[in-house]
Structure formats: C-alpha cells, structure tokens
C-alpha cells in the first residue's frame, strides 16, 4: 500500500505544476514556434516538451521517490507507490493552430493494498481560459476554487454527448459508437480536447466519450470527474487502469449521471 503522504502537500504541488506548465504554455501560444511530428503522427512542440520538464523537476525536487510518467520524456520509477502522470499539453493540434481550448493534464494516483495503482488526484488546467479544475479521492472537485458537480440528465434519450471526432474511431469503434450516437439526443464533434471532460465535470454537459487514449490522456480526469459526481469507465463498464490505453485501447466513457452512464454502456454493446 502507497506510503502515507500529505494531501495539502500533494494538492499545492499540483497547483504549482499547473502554474508551472500554464505559464510556458503561454510564452509560446499564438506565437511563431518550429512543430516536430513524432513516430505515431503527433505533433510536439518546444513548449511540450518544456513544460513537463519543469514538471518533472519540481516533482523531483519535492518527492524523489516518486515515480513520473509524462507524455514527452518519458517514464521514471514506475514501481513507486505514487505515480505522477502528465500530459503537458493535452490539444497541442489546438495549441499549435492559435484554439485556447488545450490543457494541462496532471494526475497522482497511489497503489492500494494490492499494488494496484488507482487514481487519486486531478487538474484540468486551461491556462488560456484561466480555468482550472482540481479534483479527487476526499477533495471535491473545484473550478477556480468554486465547487463544481455534475448535472443530473434522466435518460440517455436527453443527453449530449461530446467526443473530439469520428476520425479518431477505428471501423469497430465507429460502428459501437454508432449506437450511443443513435440512443442521445445530441452529439457533437469537436476540437475540444480534454475540455469536454471538464465540461462535463463542471455539469455544462451530459457525456465525453472517446477512444485511442494515451494513459497520460485519461489519468488526470478520471479523480476530477469522479470527485464531481462522474462515473468514468472504459466502453464496456469497466474502470481505468494504468493498462487500459493497451487493453482496451483507451476508450473512455464519462457521464455525470450513474444511471445515463449505465445505459451508455449498453448503447455502445448494441444492447439497448
């Protein structure tokens, strides 16, 4: 089981990461920078890269035997019992094309008394926007410091559903999410990167579903949003694990209602 650590020391070091990585995120947005594409297609620039190195440090610096995993340079301690897992800039496509929609992905999570690692703190920053949502196990989910909280949707029938685009889908994966789409009211695409998470944790919006996930995608989110009223799972009901980018190819199923999430699962079974 994960040693014992202060979760004041863990909530203001994750502020300070967000500020951190907020800050160099700003130096560089909507201002002329080179874009490298990486082995699978990605775009990366001078400000990902930056930003989770200075991330990297201050989590060195206030936890050293902390294990990281980070999006562009790479992973670090994986046994440990606390895993940081960041995504410096989640939308660098919107980062890069001048859309103040990207964030900063941040997530603790701690292994339980099995070793399992499970997730146990959030922050969906948009510097851009200043909106920053923070989140997790005995810490309610806030925007800005303000409490946030899901919304109540009675059926699937009533429901939006967001995703970022049918392109993003395999054949499979377009055909299951076929179903969902036929079962809601509304759906929409959109280059909205992790804000639709927000979105949803925030109660502005029924349900994010998406797929092709990276860890460093998802980890953040899921205290966030579960700490707001959520229920967050993969496509077939089950909960995210450190695996589920390789298992499951990281779909990801959020809804602020538990019963509406329950029939999402079904819909995406074609078993509605």
Known sequence: MADAVSSEACVALIHHLA???GAIAL???????????????SPVTIAD???EAAMREAIRKAFPTHGIIGEEHGSERTSADWLWILDPIDGTASFINGVPLFGNLIGLWRRDKDGNARPWLGCINHPALKERW????????TLNGKSARVRSCQTLAQATVYATGASYFTDEEHALFGGLERAVHRRRFGGTDCYHYAMVASGWTDIACEAGLKLHDYAA???VLEAAGATVSDWTGAPLTLESEKVGR?????????AVHAAAVKALRGTT
């Open 221 to 223: 989110i899921v205290p």
């Open 27 to 41: 130096q560089h947005f909507r201002t002329s920078f080179a874009v490298d594409t990486k082995d699978d297609a």
């Open 49 to 51: 890269r930056d930003a």
């Open 134 to 141: 923070i989140g997790g196990e005995g810490l309610p989910t």
């Open 19 to 21: 500020d951190l990585s």
């Open 250 to 258: 990281g779909r990801v199923l959020a809804c602020g209602d538990k």
